[in-house]
């Protein structure tokens, strides 16, 4: 079974240009998740989604960041223009069941 | 105070030794994951509880609903496994809640 995938995995840019991430899920799953992890620190969730519709958003700094799940298959995190506190690894997860929740690789970004 | 809180924060062993990292969390819960993070790589879930223990060869993890704690031992622990240990407990409508997670060093 092929895991979540996840690209770009590295990423470097200056401060307030922009960068966006792509994540597969398993075939399937239903339930998306971003999650931001600053170094040293746990997954932050950014946001979450079922199928196609978003079930949290409430961490999501909205006024750069943006995400879409099209077709509730795969799902795009977009930064606008990036900060330097968004150096981080962006994880994507996503789940079948309840429950179970299945990572992607990470895509590490660092905003110079 | 953090919904689910981990100790030790950081540990360094020698290989052999018995570890223990423990989880303890203040909300309810439908399950529990320890999750595993080498440096550079994704995270991997090493055991989903939801009551009693399980063991997948050297590693063993506990749980205990009533008090709300959870623990993660690695028996005749080995370099490899040196990595990450994050405690996780998913709430209703498939919430994923963290602890700040256990860095373990195993020296040979």
């Known amino acids: 079974e092929a895991g979540v995938a996840q690209s770009p995995r590295y990423k470097i840019i200056e401060k307030r240009q922009s960068v966006a991430f792509w994540c597969n899920p398993i075939?399937?799953?239903?339930?998306l998740y971003w999650y931001q992890q600053i170094l040293g620190q746990g997954p932050k969730l950014l946001i979450q989604?079922?199928?196609?519709?978003?079930?949290?958003d409430s961490q999501l700094p909205k006024d750069r960041f943006s995400a879409e799940r099209l077709k509730g298959v795969d799902s795009t995190l977009k930064i606008q223009p990036a900060k330097l506190e968004d150096s981080a690894v962006y994880l994507c997860?996503?789940?079948?069941?309840?429950?179970?929740?299945?990572f992607g690789e990470g895509s590490w970004l660092t905003v110079v | 105070k953090n919904e689910v809180e981990q100790s030790p924060q950081n540990l360094t062993a020698q290989e052999g030794e018995f570890i223990t990292i423990n989880c303890s969390y203040s909300?309810?819960?439908?399950?529990l994951h320890w999750l595993q993070q080498h440096p550079g790589g994704g995270i991997v879930s090493l055991f989903m509880?939801?009551?009693g223990k399980k063991k997948h060869g050297r590693l063993i993890a506990t749980i205990n609903i009533q008090e709300k704690h959870s623990s993660l031992h690695i028996t005749a622990s080995h370099p490899r496994d040196s990595a990450v240990y994050i405690c996780?407990?998913?709430?209703?409508?498939?919430?994923?809640?963290f602890g700040q997670g256990t860095r373990l060093t195993i020296n040979p």
């Open positions: 989604f079922q199928n196609n519709g978003v079930v949290d």
């Open positions: 996780a407990v998913f709430q209703g409508a498939q919430k994923l809640v």
């Open positions: 509880l939801s009551s």
């Open positions: 997860a996503s789940s079948p069941l309840r429950n179970t929740i299945y």
């Open positions: 909300v309810g819960i439908s399950a």
């Open positions: 075939s399937g799953h239903a339930t």
